[in-house]
Every structure is written in structure tokens, then in C-alpha cells.
């Protein structure tokens, strides 16, 4: 029997994971309007984490909408329980240190501030990111032409169209993305982070 | 605009990914009666993982059954989602280079084949781990007396008792947990793990 495997009853607390891997996780929610710049952000910042050798994963719909979400349609009982499922996910990547990245219109303030609950019961730090540019702007964007078809009525319940998103009001960090660039964004983020101490400043550049 | 962030439109691959990390994610799925052993390893693997630096994450009943998959029952359609869910998730982990490990009886091997079958297509590897000890054994541990409260009609669909459990044909490890014991069971799957390459052999001490 050797010697070196260690172990004992029970399952690893948070504070025992994050000592043994140098590392601790927390979400970052990323919240807007379709075309707001959600998931271009939510990219780069991964990108930026996982360079700076830092284990991170992104939430988006390609992932989850294809997969775990698969059995869910668009119908409010749907959207609440894809974004419960997604909070739950998110929070069991947190709890083993990975900084976990969600990318959804996530429009319901309420849902958000579950998925916000449920993180900070365990302990989990919850990062609000509002991915925010003015309708005018992403209807103008509208690189999918969802908005076109969400006006004439070819797509029904589309967020701020046609079913409300209710904007964040105390979110962590607030972009306005149709006035800063894709790295400015990553970088007050990045920012957040290390001021929090939740990454350390010399582990990335900032 | 600083110059150090990097980042390319698009998803971060999984070789890239792996390359930045240098780690490969891979979900070790166990599967075995209730009371087999299958948590009790999957926790001691999860503690030799993690303190060899490893980082590696536990999906069991405590953290699925509570949370993501609190709105799910018993009844066969349930515990297939329950199942497929648990797949996804496990997936994901692997994808983002984590070392999932699940816990569950996953009795079905139809839904064991689905969550194979999904990972093969992501390119990910899946270790199949039947925890195997004769009824009589299991019965006779019966830590929660759940045998007991099946075989006198208190617990439905008992796996074993009055729902089939449908033994692994061909795992990839096979685990005798009345013969061997818990370090022995840890070793074996370590050991699979570094044959194939999956870890380091530098990494951890056989």
C-alpha cells in the first residue's frame, strides 16, 4: 500500500482545493442585449486568463444550448431554468477554482440575482458585467439580423424588442461597449479581478 | 491599448487549450451499486489528484442532487436525464481540462453509452470504473440501510433490489472493492491514467 496517496474521509472543503492549487474560482456573469458585445468580451478575457496560464471557461450558447440545455425552448419557465442551470454550473466550476465565464442575455433581473445568491452561499465570489450599448446601436449592429426579423414579427419574445431586459443596477462592472474597445473592456476586468485579489497582480499584466 | 492582451476571434480549441494549461481534461466515470464503493474512491482519487497538483473535480449526489438537478425525481425518464445532465456537465469539465470524476449508480448502460458516446465526439476521453462488490456485500455494508428499507417495500426501484442494475461489459478498469482496498483501487486508476498519458507520470508518485 503506498504511502503517498493521501486522503480522508469526506470531500475536499474550498479553502483545502484552493490551497492545493494555488487558485481560486469565481464567476463572471456577462449580461446584455443580443449583439451588446456579451460573448465578444466573455472570448477575449478567456483568452486573456488562459494565456496568462490561468484556468478559465466560458459559458455561451454554444455550449450549453446544444448540450446540457438541449431539452429547453424559449417559453419564461424554459428561460428561468436555463439560467438556473447555467448559475448551477457556473458555481460548480467556481467551487473547483476554474473562473467560470457566462455569456447569456440572462434579461431577468431576478434570475441574475439567484444565480447571485446561489454563488455567494457557497462562498463564491459573483461578478456582474453589464454589457451595455444602446438598442439604437445593436439593432444597427445586428450581425445575425435578429433584430429585422424580431420587428417583423418573424421571431417572437425577442429581448428588447419584444420582451423586456431589465438592465442591471448595481452590477460589479458596467461597459458601454458601443464607446470602449474590446480590450479596454477585458482590461477593466482583468483590473476588477486583481483588485479584488482574486488573481494575483503578477500573474497577469495588466 | 495595451499590446499583452491576446486574443482571436472564436472559441479557444481544445489542443490549444490543453497547450496553454498544460493539462488534458478527461472525466472518469464510476458506476456501481449503492454502497459499492463508488464515492469513497472517487473522493480518495479526487484528494490524490489534487495533492499532486492535479486539478480534478467531484460531480456526486451532494453537489448534483441538491443543485442542478434538484428538479429531478426518481422515476425512470428523471434518472435518465438525471444521468444525461451529469454527462454534460462532466464534459464540460473535461473540456476546459479538468479531471471530472462522477459518482453516481448510473445503473442504465444505455446511459452510460450516451455519455461515452458524447464525449468520444468531443474528442475527450471517458474511463469507465465499475466498482464492483456482490450484492450480499452491499447489502451487508448497508451504511444507510437502504437495502433494508428496499427489501421490506419502504424504498421504490431500488437499484439491485427492484431495479436492475446493468454491469459494465467492458470498463476500462474494473475495480473489486470486497477484495482490494481503497489505496489499492487509487492506484489502479492512477495507474491507468499514466499509461495512457493522460497524466504525467512526473506528476504524481505510483
Known amino acids: 500500500m503506498a504511502s503517498n496517496i493521501t486522503w480522508h474521509a469526506g470531500s475536499v472543503s474550498l479553502t483545502e482545493r484552493q490551497d492545493l492549487l494555488k487558485q481560486k474560482g469565481l464567476t463572471i456573469w456577462f449580461t446584455g442585449l443580443s449583439a451588446s458585445g456579451k460573448s465578444t468580451l466573455a472570448t477575449a478575457l478567456e483568452q486573456t486568463l488562459l494565456h496568462a496560464g490561468i484556468i478559465s471557461y466560458r459559458l455561451d450558447g454554444d455550449n450549453i444550448r446544444f448540450g446540457l440545455n438541449k431539452n429547453l425552448g424559449f417559453g419564461p419557465d424554459d ?6 442551470r447555467i448559475s448551477e454550473v457556473a458555481k460548480l466550476f467556481a ?8 455569456a447569456f442575455i440572462s434579461p431577468y433581473r431576478q434570475d441574475r440575482d439567484t444565480a447571485r445568491q446561489l454563488h455567494q452561499e457557497a462562498g463564491i465570489p459573483f461578478v456582474e458585467v453589464f454589457a451595455d450599448a444602446p438598442l439604437e446601436v445593436v439593432e444597427q449592429r445586428d450581425p445575425k439580423g435578429l433584430y429585422k426579423k424580431a420587428k417583423a414579427g418573424e421571431i ?7 420582451a ?9 462592472i458596467h461597459i458601454r461597449t458601443d ?14 479581478l486583481v483588485d479584488q485579489g482574486y488573481i494575483a497582480a503578477d500573474k497577469i499584466k495588466q
Open 79 to 84: 428561460r428561468t431554468e436555463n439560467i438556473r
Open 95 to 102: 467551487d473547483s477554482t476554474v473562473i467560470a465565464i457566462t
Open 156 to 162: 417572437k419574445e425577442f429581448t428588447g424588442i419584444s
Open 164 to 172: 423586456p431586459y431589465e438592465a442591471p443596477e448595481k452590477p460589479e
Open 179 to 192: 464607446q470602449v474597445s474590446v480590450e479596454e473592456g477585458v482590461k477593466a476586468v482583468i483590473k476588477y
